[in-house]
């Protein structure tokens, strides 16, 4: 339904379930199997566990998409309850943060979209703006609650011309990370495009000039430092993504 | 010597799905769990986990909890409507209780009959229940936002990932004895395969077992 990539896995060829029954009926023999894997790097992609595992993550998708309720706001918290020391994360340390400059950024815009301008920082800061205080959840586990405040990016799409019957809206970002979010969450009321943190202007480490502020999805799903956004029906994939993390990873 | 019938086919499927399941979910679990450990100092060793890394782990876990929650759900199902639970399970009073966990301390609990005493049917009635704690809880960390109400049972996310990790805890004690038992009356472990046992002789002056 949401994702392309997931129909040729979902239709179970024959093999795959025969290896589901192998894996269910000779129970020693997958608890044996299993101890093999333990401690070991992930199985390689080719193995019938990575199969199913992968078969699995489609199913995955499709049943968070299925579950994601498009209004339902994640839940807000007070100023009182905002974590002091919001954390900084990446798959780099926090003194390697690309150093956005303000004069010439420049929000590039690609794929269905009308009206494919490139948007300046200030063309962006005069838009209406909206504020939340939210757990940012992270892939890992921990949680902590910040306070953003930029454009919804519902509004933005809509100011562009967007297709919003598209299924996939994607962002580049500066530090060459990228991420896809579906489009029922780029709808979301809470998806921002978020240009300040506790009221301030969003700082280098936090991703200036702006960061994708999605609540209803883990940390690594809201993209900082965003360079270009393209609206596209073309499973985009991105950085963790591409390297096992569950695509749709929906709060 | 007679043959009873002592665990229906269902029973025995769910029990052998659900031991993969579960040491699947707790192996990878420990993997997602020592990406951002609860306690300090407190963390798996990479022996005992599954997945290799974060990603792999989660992989592993949320494919194999599809299992783990649909087998238990057709359990539960079939144990409540059949009347095998009523049977198996029911009365339980905490005297008995006190009384067989008294006798099985001092070995002389009796091994007369193929029904449980009250200390069996304590733990499978609270294994079932630490099943669910895990599993409402591993909801509520897996969606926030979409089980919000449900995430209110637990106090909030950050507070239900402490529930899902007693409910582990709860289920990993469980293992441990369960086990145990098993190696100390090993013909025990049959009937779960063939689902028959060998009757028990009339209970005549039955001396300790």
Known sequence: MLLKRGNKLLQPSRELISTERRLFMGRSLSLGALMMLTGCEAPADDSSVQRILDAMQSWNDKAQGFIFSPNKLAPVYSEAEITPDFPFNAYYSEGKSPEVAEEGYKLELAGLIDKKDSWTLQQLRALPRESQITRHICVEGWSAIGKWGGVPLRNFLTTIGADTSAKYVSFKCADNYSTSIDMATALHPQTIMALTFADQVLPRKFGFPFKVRIPTKLGFKNPKHVMAIEVTNTYPGGYWEDQGYNWFSGS | ?209
């Open chain 2, 1 to 209: 010597m007679a043959w009873v019938k002592l665990h229906p086919l269902y029973v025995r499927i769910f029990h052998w799905l659900n031991a993969f399941a579960i040491v699947v979910m707790i192996m990878s679990g420990w993997q997602i769990y020592n990406a951002s450990p609860l306690f300090e100092g407190l963390t798996f060793p990479p022996a005992f986990t599954l997945g290799g890394w974060l990603g792999g782990a989660i992989q592993f876990h949320l494919a194999a909890m599809w299992l783990f929650v649909v087998n238990l759900l057709i359990y539960l199902l079939f144990g409540f409507t059949s009347g095998r639970f009523h049977m198996r399970f029911l009365p339980l009073y905490p005297r008995d209780v006190l009384h067989d966990l008294w006798a099985a301390m001092t070995f002389r609990l009796k091994h007369d009959s193929h029904d449980y005493n009250a200390v069996q049917k304590l733990f499978y009635i609270g294994v079932i229940g630490a099943m669910l704690m895990t599993f409402l809880s591993g909801l509520v960390v897996w969606k926030p936002v979409q089980m919000q109400a449900l995430s209110l049972v637990f106090g909030n996310y950050a507070t239900a990932r402490y529930v899902h990790f007693a409910g582990m805890s709860l289920i990993c004690a469980f293992i441990v004895v369960h086990l145990a038992l098993v190696l100390l009356v090993p013909s025990t472990l049959l009937p779960m395969i063939t689902g028959r046992a060998k009757e028990f002789p009339k209970k005549e002056n039955q001396h300790v077992a």
